[in-house]
């Protein structure tokens, strides 16, 4: 499984392609030379800018709700992670770092069966390597498993 290209988040949105099935999406914040946006995180700076982790799908293999109507969801916002974005965007409005803020999406296409398992592991890795979720992110999916194995090693 691999990674799609970048793409603006609105036409990402449209797309009667790869957008339009099931997997998991990254969103970053790009700038007005289409550059990610640097993130200051608790552990380390994150340069590619991602603001979100998600997932398609619902409880079942049949889903309707592909990439591309996350997405739509997202920016709504019919989402917690897109009324996140808007609080954020509010903040950031003034900040000359984030002038011209724009979108972009990539996404992962997996079967119904291993998206929550792709979700799980790469939010997991962002919070290892970061210190913390990404800003529009709120819930760690799988955190009793990530809790058990950190606390054990603590004792």
């Known amino acids: 499984m691999e990674w799609s290209e970048w793409v603006e988040i609105e036409s990402a949105k449209e797309r009667h392609e790869r957008f339009n099935r099931l997997g998991i999406y990254q969103i ?16 380390a700076t994150d340069r590619t800018g ?15 709700r592909t990439i ?8 709504k ?9 808007l609080v ?5 409005r003034n900040n000359r770092k984030f002038r011209g803020l724009r ?3 990539r996404a992962m296409i997996l079967s119904f069966k291993k998206i929550s ?4 592991n790469v939010i997991h890795k962002y919070l290892l390597d970061f210190g913390e979720l990404p800003p529009c992110n709120s819930a760690i999916p799988g955190k009793k498993y990530l809790w058990r194995k950190y606390l054990l090693e603590e004792v």
């Open 50 to 64: 991602i603001i979100y982790f998600g997932r398609s799908g619902n409880k079942s293999q049949n889903s309707k």
């Open 28 to 43: 970053r914040a790009i700038d007005y030379r289409s550059k990610p946006i640097s993130i200051p995180r608790i552990n």
């Open 88 to 92: 954020v965007k509010h903040v950031v």
């Open 77 to 85: 916002p019919h989402h917690s992670g897109g009324q996140t974005y």
């Open 68 to 75: 591309a109507k996350r997405l739509k969801e997202f920016l």
């Open 117 to 120: 398992k792709a979700e799980q």
């Open 103 to 105: 979108l972009q999406v």
